[in-house]
Every structure is written in C-alpha cells, then in structure tokens.
C-alpha cells in the first residue's frame, strides 16, 4: 500500500501505527474502564464517533481557524461531540455511564483525538480525515476490547458478564484492579513488538 492512499491511511491505525500498542495514547481510559468487554466496546465506539466526527468537521474547516487558536478550536470542536455522547450514554445506557464514569467527559483531552486533529485533520483532505479517524478508532477500539475481554475473563470468569469458567475456576482479583491493566497491557505491547520484529 502507497503512503498517502486511503487504504494505508486505514489499516496504519491498526496496526502499524495503532493508537495504545505503538503511540501509547490515552491511556488513562485504556487502563481504566478496560475491566470488562463491553467497557472496552462502549469507551471505543464513544472515541470512535468523536474522532471521526472532530476530524470531519475540523478537516473541512481547517483552513478558516487561524494557527493562533487552533488548538482551543480542536478542543471546542471535539468537546461538542463529546457532550452529545456523554449525554447519549446517560440517557439510553445509564448502568454503562455509570461503569465509564469520568472517562467518557475526559475523552475531551484524550491524547488520541487531539493528536490526530493537530497530526491529521488540519493537514488532510476530509476523505482522508475520515479514513484516518475511523482506522485510529477501530485500533482503539480492538485493543480495548482485547484487554477487556482478557481481564474480565481472568478477573471475574465472565465474558460480557455470562460465567464461561466453571466453578473451578478462582478468579484473579488483580486483573480487575490497575495492575491487572498494566500487566495486560505490557504484555500485548512485548508480543506486537515480537511479532513487528520478526516480519
């Protein structure tokens, strides 16, 4: 794939250049709400709509924001998005808000959205902005999901909450806690880079 080609722009976010196991951005949710599968489906999905919708808008309106305020205007443009999804959360899915707790807002600041706004959006085109976002949220999204589902089945012995070890199995309680998340997250990152140096 030629660099520069919507489809590179894509898959990079994948994985060659995916957002936690190579960039090592946001993290704060990433080891937070990464507890559980389906915490780590909805803190994914959330970054994944205000990503692509901060990255259209600011894409298509990039040369209009003077380089003096351009990144309060990211963080204005991004904020909105992350509003409607704080508030979209609160409404139809209260027991999910409540477990995402403060880490939904902070998407605000996440390092993620942000980067990409200032590395991407304001310098490209608004299809490649849009191919962009959704390849760096769908990176998020598959690694938060994998450390959820490690965890979750390691901490609790559930599997989006249904039992899927028997009752021999104890459940490790430090996966459920921050170490867990630090331990889980270490390992991925040795074994991508295993992989990445034996190709």
């Not at 949220?137 to 979750?152: A, D, H, K, M, P």
């Amino acid at each position: 794939m030629k660099k520069g080609s919507a489809s590179y722009e894509f898959v990079k976010g994948l994985w060659k250049e995916n957002p936690v196991l190579v960039m090592l951005l946001g993290m704060c949710p990433t080891l937070a709400v990464s507890n559980s599968a389906i915490n780590g489906i909805a803190m994914g999905l959330a970054v994944i709509f205000v990503l692509v919708m901060s990255s259209l808008i600011i894409s298509a309106i990039r040369k209009l924001i003077p380089s003096e305020v351009r990144i309060p205007s990211f963080i204005v443009v991004i904020a909105t998005f992350v509003t409607m999804t704080d508030l979209f959360f609160k409404a139809r899915y209260p027991d999910i808000s409540k477990a995402l707790g403060p880490f939904i807002p902070l998407i605000i600041v996440n390092c993620i959205i942000l980067a990409r706004q200032e590395a991407f959006a304001s310098k490209n085109s608004v299809g490649l902005s849009l191919v962009d976002a959704i390849g760096m949220g769908l990176g998020f999204t598959w690694v938060l999901f994998l450390l959820g589902t490690i965890r979750e089945i390691l901490g609790f012995g559930t599997w989006f909450g249904h039992p899927v070890l028997g009752g021999w199995f104890h459940p490790l309680i430090v996966m459920i806690l921050p170490p867990g998340a630090f331990i889980t997250l270490g390992v991925l990152v040795g074994l991508k880079n295993m992989i990445k140096k034996e190709s």
